[in-house]
C-alpha cells in the first residue's frame, strides 16, 4: 500500500496564530486538494496527523473539530480525492502525552489504523515537530514551504534526509514522478 501522511494546518489548509476554531476558518491552501485527489486517483492513501491543542486550551470542543474535518473530507472529495483517515493529539504542549507530535504516537496510530508499516512513508508538515516525528517513526520527512514552513527552513537543524518543496502539490508532483520511475 502507499501511503502519505499530512499534516493539516499549513500544509492542507491556511495556518493561523489564532487556531483554527471553525468550520469557516478552514480555508484549504490553493492546490492542496486537487493534490491529495491526484494520490487518490494513483491509488494512494491519504492520512492526516494534526495536534490540536485548541482542544486543551478550550478554545473549541470535539464536535467542532469534527465539523472542521468534515468540511475538509467534503473539500477534498468534491476535488475528487479521498482522506482515509485523520488521527489528533487533543492535548497541550506540556501534557507528557505520546500523540503530540513531535512524538511519533499519531504515526503509530495511523500505522495501525490502516494495518501498515511505516518505513519510508511519506510524511509533510511545515514544522519541525512533523519532521521530528516522522523522523523518529522511522518515516521520510518532507517539509512544504507554506504554513510556517519558511520559518522552519529558516531556523534549519533539519532531520536528516529531509526534502522541502514549496507546496503540497509539488511534492505530489515528485512522489508520482517518483514512482513512475520505479515502474510501480
Same mark, same amino acid.
Given at each position: 500500500?502507499?501511503? #502519505?501522511?499530512?499534516?493539516?494546518?499549513?500544509?492542507?489548509?491556511?495556518d493561523?496564530?489564532?487556531?483554527? /476554531?471553525?468550520?469557516?476558518?478552514? +480555508?484549504?491552501?490553493?492546490?492542496?486538494?486537487?493534490?491529495?485527489?491526484? =494520490?487518490?486517483?494513483?491509488?494512494?492513501? #491519504?492520512?492526516?496527523?494534526?495536534n490540536?491543542?485548541?482542544l486543551?486550551?478550550g478554545?473549541?470542543?470535539?464536535? *467542532?473539530?469534527?465539523?472542521?474535518?468534515?468540511?475538509?473530507?467534503?473539500? #477534498?472529495?468534491?476535488?475528487?480525492?479521498? +482522506?482515509?483517515?485523520?488521527?489528533?493529539?487533543?492535548?497541550?504542549?506540556?501534557?507528557?502525552?505520546?500523540?503530540? /507530535?513531535?512524538?511519533?504516537?499519531?504515526?503509530?496510530?495511523?500505522?495501525?489504523? =490502516?494495518?501498515?508499516?511505516?518505513?519510508?512513508?511519506? #510524511?509533510?508538515?511545515?514544522?519541525?515537530?512533523?519532521?521530528?516525528?516522522?523522523?523518529?517513526?522511522?518515516?521520510?520527512? +518532507?517539509?512544504?514551504?507554506?504554513?510556517?514552513?519558511?520559518?522552519?527552513?529558516?531556523?534549519?537543524? =533539519?532531520?536528516?534526509? *529531509?526534502?522541502?518543496?514549496?507546496?503540497?502539490a509539488?511534492?505530489?508532483?515528485?512522489?508520482?514522478?517518483?514512482?513512475?520511475?520505479?515502474?510501480?
Amino acid at each position: 500500500m502507499r501511503l #502519505v501522511i499530512l499534516d493539516r494546518d499549513g500544509v492542507i489548509n491556511r495556518d493561523s496564530p489564532d487556531y483554527i /476554531k471553525s468550520p469557516q476558518e478552514w +480555508i484549504p491552501l490553493p492546490g492542496s486538494l486537487e493534490a491529495i485527489a491526484r =494520490l487518490s486517483r494513483a491509488g494512494w492513501r #491519504v492520512a492526516v496527523a494534526t495536534n490540536q491543542s485548541g482542544l486543551a486550551r478550550g478554545l473549541f470542543d470535539a464536535a *467542532t473539530l469534527e465539523a472542521i474535518h468534515e468540511r475538509m473530507y467534503r473539500a #477534498v472529495e468534491a476535488a475528487g480525492g479521498r +482522506i482515509d483517515c485523520i488521527h489528533h493529539c487533543p492535548h497541550g504542549p506540556e501534557d507528557g502525552c505520546d500523540c503530540r /507530535k513531535p512524538r511519533p504516537g499519531l504515526l503509530h496510530r495511523i500505522a495501525r489504523d =490502516l494495518g501498515v508499516a511505516l518505513e519510508g512513508v511519506p #510524511v509533510v508538515g511545515d514544522s519541525a515537530r512533523d519532521l521530528e516525528a516522522a523522523r523518529a517513526a522511522g518515516c521520510r520527512p +518532507i517539509l512544504v514551504r507554506t504554513g510556517n514552513g519558511e520559518r522552519t527552513l529558516a531556523r534549519g537543524a =533539519l532531520p536528516a534526509q *529531509t526534502r522541502v518543496f514549496p507546496d503540497l502539490a509539488a511534492v505530489v508532483e515528485h512522489l508520482l514522478a517518483e514512482e513512475a520511475g520505479r515502474g510501480d
